[in-house]
């Protein structure tokens, strides 16, 4: 693996006076993943740990400083659709949804599942995202409804059914 130089940082100041920040891709990390195709990378929030979803419906960690590889996250038996780092009260924690009607929760130091939660009926399940006052509250797109699990006991809690007539592939 062959690394580039650094990530610059550019700041402007816009016509209305506010300072912004661009943020520029000066480092490559020269991988080779042979026929896989890459669906999805995502940094952890302090930049220490990169997730790489893949069509071999795995998931590869690295350093995004240096390119390192850590390890691997396999389980799914379909297409992963979206990955993500937990809130930081679970700093070692990695989600991924599939195409299998799973979500699942990795461990990103030993690389092993910790936690599932199925779709009723194997539905495919296209995005997720955690909310509510600590985070336990969790949100999945599958098919043409929207459906709510409490993380914490794995139960369903809620079904939206009627509200759209299209798969819902974007839940934030």
Same mark, same amino acid.
């Given at each position: +693996?062959?690394?580039?130089?650094? +990530?610059?940082?550019?700041? $402007?100041?816009?016509?209305?006076g506010?300072? %912004?920040?661009?943020?520029?891709?000066k480092?490559?990390i020269?991988?080779n993943?042979?026929?896989?195709?890459v669906?999805?990378?995502v940094?952890?929030?302090? @930049?220490?740990?990169?997730?790489v979803?893949?069509?071999t419906?795995?998931?590869?960690?690295?350093s995004?400083?240096?390119?390192?590889?850590?390890?691997?996250c396999?389980?799914?038996?379909g297409?992963?659709?979206c %990955?993500?780092f937990?809130?930081?009260?679970?700093?070692?924690?990695?989600?991924? $949804?599939?195409?299998?009607?799973? %979500?699942?929760? @990795?461990?990103?130091?030993?690389?092993?599942?910790?936690?599932?939660?199925?779709?009723?009926?194997?539905q495919?399940?296209?995005s997720?995202?955690?909310?509510g006052?600590t985070?336990?509250?969790?949100?999945?797109g599958?098919n043409?409804? %929207?459906?709510?699990?409490? @993380?914490?006991n794995k139960?369903?809690?809620? $079904?939206?059914?009627?509200?759209?007539?299209?798969d819902?592939?974007?839940?934030?």
């Amino acid at each position: +693996m062959e690394e580039g130089t650094e +990530m610059e940082v550019e700041e $402007c100041v816009s016509q209305n006076g506010n300072s %912004i920040k661009r943020f520029g891709l000066k480092n490559s990390i020269q991988t080779n993943f042979g026929d896989d195709y890459v669906f999805q990378i995502v940094p952890k929030d302090d @930049w220490s740990l990169m997730a790489v979803s893949l069509s071999t419906n795995a998931v590869k960690l690295y350093s995004p400083v240096t390119g390192q590889y850590y390890g691997e996250c396999k389980g799914h038996s379909g297409t992963i659709n979206c %990955i993500s780092f937990s809130a930081p009260s679970t700093p070692h924690v990695l989600h991924s $949804c599939s195409s299998d009607g799973t %979500i699942r929760a @990795w461990d990103t130091r030993s690389f092993h599942q910790v936690s599932s939660i199925s779709a009723p009926s194997s539905q495919e399940i296209f995005s997720f995202s955690f909310g509510g006052s600590t985070d336990n509250l969790l949100a999945a797109g599958c098919n043409s409804q %929207i459906l709510f699990w409490d @993380w914490r006991n794995k139960k369903q809690v809620a $079904c939206l059914e009627e509200s759209h007539v299209d798969d819902v592939t974007q839940v934030r």
